[in-house]
């Protein structure tokens, strides 16, 4: 075994052969098999009870799913990773296997629209909620009890791109015993690590930068080690095997990923390892343009706002710029014209819901991701009816600026 390289890039790069995989490949191959055999029954068994390493069955996992938890968990600098079959998986069998009815939760309340309608579901589960402004950590401090588990939150929210006010809320979680979650997917482990803030958990979709080619699903969650899970209550003892910093993840594991099933295919797997060998060049080309198009957009005289944290209008800007190594690849822009009238005339920008992918994506808001919530909560997260969320590719510089030149010409 080599000396993995410091750079991120590089390690990234090199993982998969520096662990040595089978027949001397570059990259991990492909396993899809569901089942596992031993040659006795007391090696099954040992497996079984995780007293020897070793896969049982496809739904907990499977070695090349297992290779990219280990890559992940490098980006990280974490104890241990869990994939999942999306970004939503991981939140929500996180978060069934870690609370119980009577627990509160405390969270950001510029979230992801289906982690903020999986709240609900979590309120008719028997947990309470809170929702409030992260980017102000007093708000989170108000709103925390005795009975507060957990607090979550978006490295940047999506759409607004709202900066939390992550290291000051990771002081508090860390004085208080309280598992902190930190959601990094618009982020990246290019441009931020949470484990600086003290986060406790990190969660990513790996569908987004990760993987970056807009073909595989995929999400992980993974323990930075820094929370003491002999002080949480909810640990089964079934789990309160080995160290005690594995507890937390071997019950998200077992209770999360096995119980609920949520599992990610080994095919997802293999492509999401294969894109995160460029991560970083993607990334840092995507923030580059999105931060050239943010700012042809503030100065357009059809638009009435943009929102972008590379801008000196934003009011996190200054908080961006010490925690990211680039303001990310996300923005949104409000146009005095209807959205639809100026996606319509964008040529090379793709209509599309996804984001984090090599090209340039573009959606009206509040007609489509936001639709289900309303009016009323929309206006209460400040999403403007005519926002329009644009997620910035790879394209050359260029070629994407003359688009959006030429539908604004048009309006």
């Known amino acids: 075994m080599q000396v993995m390289p410091h750079d991120i890039s590089t390690r990234i790069l090199h993982a998969d052969r520096l662990a040595a995989p089978e027949h ?5 191959p492909l396993h899809i098999a569901t089942g596992y055999g031993y040659e006795t029954a007391e090696e099954l068994t040992a497996v079984f009870q995780g007293e020897k390493a070793g896969h049982v069955y496809g739904r907990q996992g499977n070695p090349t799913t297992q290779a990219l938890e280990a890559k992940i968990s490098m980006m990280e600098d974490a104890v241990g990773t869990v994939c999942f079959a999306t970004g939503m998986a991981a939140i929500t069998g996180t978060m069934f296997a ?30 309470e909620v809170t929702l409030v402004d992260a980017t102000d950590a007093a708000n989170i401090a108000a709103a925390l009890r005795p009975t507060t588990r957990m607090v979550f939150v978006e490295t940047i929210a999506n759409p607004r791109t709202q900066v939390a006010d992550l290291a000051a809320i990771g002081r508090q979680c860390k004085d208080l015993g309280i598992v902190y979650v930190v959601d990094s997917t618009l982020t990246s482990p290019a441009t931020f690590k949470p484990k600086d803030v003290h986060a406790s958990l990190i969660v990513h979709s790996l569908s987004k930068a990760i993987c970056g080619h807009g073909n595989a699903l995929g999400g992980s969650i993974s323990d ?5 899970w002999t002080k949480y209550p909810n640990i089964l003892p079934a789990y309160k095997k080995d160290a005690a910093a594995k507890w937390g993840l071997l019950q998200v594991r077992k209770k999360g990923l096995r119980d609920l099933g949520g599992t990610l295919s080994s095919e997802h797997g293999h492509r999401i390892a294969a894109g995160a060998e460029t991560m970083t060049l993607r990334v840092e ?8 198009l943010a700012r042809w957009l503030e100065a357009e005289p059809k638009v009435a706002r943009v929102h972008y944290p590379g801008l000196a ?3 996190q800007h200054e908080r961006a710029g010490k925690l990211f190594k680039g303001f990310g690849s996300l923005l949104a822009f409000e146009p005095k014209a209807d959205p639809f009238d100026v996606l319509n005339r964008l040529k ?5 819901s996804h ?7 573009a959606l009206p808001v509040a007609r489509t991701i936001f639709w289900e919530m309303g009016e009323e909560q929309r206006q209460s997260m400040d999403i403007a ?16 600026l003359d688009d959006f030149k030429q539908a604004f010409a048009q309006l």
């Open 98 to 127: 870690l609370l119980r009815a009577g627990d509160h939760v405390v969270a950001s309340q510029f979230l992801f629209g289906n982690t903020a309608s999986y709240f609900k579901t979590l309120q008719l589960l028997g947990c």
């Open 313 to 315: 209008s934003h009011p």
């Open 355 to 361: 984001l984090g992918d090599n090209r340039t994506l």
């Open 385 to 400: 009816e005519s926002l329009i969320r644009v997620s910035v590719g790879i394209e050359a510089e260029a070629d994407l």
């Open 24 to 28: 001397g490949a570059t990259h991990k």
């Open 224 to 228: 930075t080690g820094l929370y003491d």
């Open 348 to 352: 090379l920008v793709i209509k599309s």
């Open 285 to 292: 080309r995507a923030c580059s343009n999105a931060l050239a």
